[in-house]
Structure formats: C-alpha cells, structure tokens
C-alpha cells in the first residue's frame, strides 16, 4: 500500500522555526512533483511550495524567502524548511505527490500535520 506521511509539525513561537518531512513508502515506481499545502480553518486548501523530480522549485508569494523546500530522492522525502515563521501560518500543513505505482501517474496525499505558530 503507497502512502505518504508527515512529521515534524508542532507550536512554534512567532519567529520560531519548524520543518516538515515527508515520507512516501510502498511499491512505488517513480516520483514525480512533490510539494506541500495548507489549509487553515475556513480557508482554501493552497499551494505553499513545490519541487519538481529535478529540482525546480516554486512558492507562494507568501512564504518567500522564509520557507525552502527540497527532498531526497533515493529516501522518496520531501522537506520544507519554515524559518521566521508568524501566526498567519498555522494551518495543517499537507504534503502532495504524483507517483506511478504500475502505469499512470496518480496524485497522492497524506494525512495532514497541524503548525501552530504562537505566543
């Protein structure tokens, strides 16, 4: 069974730094983009930050030059680093990936890891 789990989330002090793995595990055949979402409390799931299997990058506007994402490609991980982090970024934050298990490339999600970010 592919899966896709989070760790390292957690509260944090405004201006406190966090980072966030992600694993994926199973019987996979390739990765292709990886990133991470989130979603705060009656808003929109929203892009944060995404990596693509040769390393190009991209960010919300919103967390430039604060967050980095990056990942480790024989490990199947993916990290975000979150750096000068403020209140405004708490939300459950979800990791997102597009793998082929047998032929077609299907999107995965895991389950969620909660930021808090206060004092």
């Known amino acids: 069974q592919v899966q896709l789990v989070e760790s390292g989330g957690g509260l944090v002090q405004p201006g406190g730094s966090l980072r966030l793995s992600c694993a994926a595990s199973g019987s996979i055949f390739s990765i292709y983009d990886m990133g991470w979402y989130r979603q705060a409390p009656g808003r929109q799931r929203e892009l944060v930050a995404g990596?693509?299997?040769?390393?190009?990058?991209n960010y919300a506007d919103s967390v430039k030059g604060r967050f980095t994402i990056s990942r480790d490609g024989p490990k199947n991980t993916v990290f975000l680093q979150m750096n000068s982090l403020k209140p405004e970024d708490t939300a459950v934050y979800y990791c997102?990936?597009?793998?082929?298990?047998?032929?077609?490339?299907?999107?995965?999600w895991g389950q969620g890891t909660q930021v808090t970010v206060s004092s």
């Open positions: 997102k990936a597009v793998m082929v298990i047998t032929t077609t490339p299907r999107v995965y």
């Open positions: 990596i693509t299997s040769v390393g190009s990058t």
